[in-house]
């Protein structure tokens, strides 16, 4: 089935791909919620950025934290920041984005970057 940029297959009402700009099709992922006591903080916590996303905090601004299960907990490719911030102003869970292992490694280190295109769920799973 052709589709136009910018436009969605729908399989059964559920939307599972989209055509990018490049003319790829990209899956839509699912956001879940990871658990703070579940999180890998990959970063050295900058108390100065912290404290800025929290007196600016703007739930309508904030972007899910990207990361991936490494085997013992889930490891933040980007968002270390962000749930840092939520953490101390006591949230019990983190929205996020999974990233399978094998992208984790392809974006890791460089400027290279996986498209995501999150979903936000009525009922979004906890990790």
Known sequence: ????????????????????????????????????EHLVFTNIPLE???????????????EPIVGYWN???????????????????????VPACLLTFREFEYVAGTDKCVPLVIRMGENPQVL
């Open 1 to 36: 089935m052709e589709i136009e940029i910018n436009k969605v297959i729908s399989k059964k009402g559920d939307l599972e791909f989209v055509k990018n700009i490049e003319g790829k099709m990209e899956e839509i992922r699912e956001m879940v919620y990871i658990r703070k």
């Open 48 to 62: 100065k950025e912290t404290k800025n996303f929290i007196k600016k905090w703007n739930w309508e601004k904030f």
């Open 71 to 93: 085997g013992k907990g889930y490891f933040i490719a980007d968002g270390n920041h962000r749930a840092r911030a939520l953490v101390r102003m006591g949230a019990g869970v």
